[in-house]
């Protein structure tokens, strides 16, 4: 009887301890997120301009890697103060992190750009990545002067 009580009780705090020092795990030193013109692109930028049906490539880069690590990915609409959580997309060997959107009309915005960051809960978020999608008659050097970029 007594080895059964102190097998329940292993089991009791294997389950409460593992989610709590899930988030004690080495440190993120840096989450650089960014945003590509192309899947293959080597230019990466945190503001970036797209017309609508454009595919807008995020990437970012952890150091350390957090390799398998579940990166959320979490939007603010252009007019919006409200982020929601839109994806989620696994850490790569290398740390590594790509996620990509196809836009449509509906997505493309007069009034501002979308921001997007990637999350690691418990740990940390990357910088925020400003893009924009624009109509194909829509200036975007008008719409930088709008927005003040």
């Known amino acids: 009887m007594k080895i059964r009580r102190f097998a329940v009780i292993i089991v009791v705090m294997a389950s409460v301890v593992g989610p709590v020092t899930e988030g004690f795990a080495h440190p993120i030193r840096s989450f650089e997120a960014c945003a590509a013109r ?8 945190r503001r970036e301009r ?3 049906n454009q595919t807008v490539f995020l990437r970012a880069k952890l150091s350390p890697p957090h390799a398998g690590f579940l990166a959320g990915v979490i939007r603010r609409d252009p ?11 696994r850490v790569s ?3 590594g992190v790509r996620w ?11 009034n501002g750009p979308y921001r997007f ?4 809960r418990r740990h940390r978020e990357s910088n ?8 194909r008659d829509q200036n975007p050097r008008a719409a930088d002067r709008v927005h003040g970029t």
């Open 100 to 110: 990509r959107w196809k836009t449509t009309f509906q997505d493309a915005h007069r």
């Open 128 to 135: 925020d990545v400003r893009v924009w999608v624009l109509f």
């Open 79 to 89: 007019g919006s103060n409200v982020w929601i959580r839109v994806d989620a997309v």
């Open 93 to 95: 060997e290398r740390g």
């Open 38 to 45: 192309t899947r293959t692109s080597e230019t990466c930028l």
């Open 117 to 120: 960051k990637f999350e690691i």
């Open 50 to 52: 797209y017309t609508l």
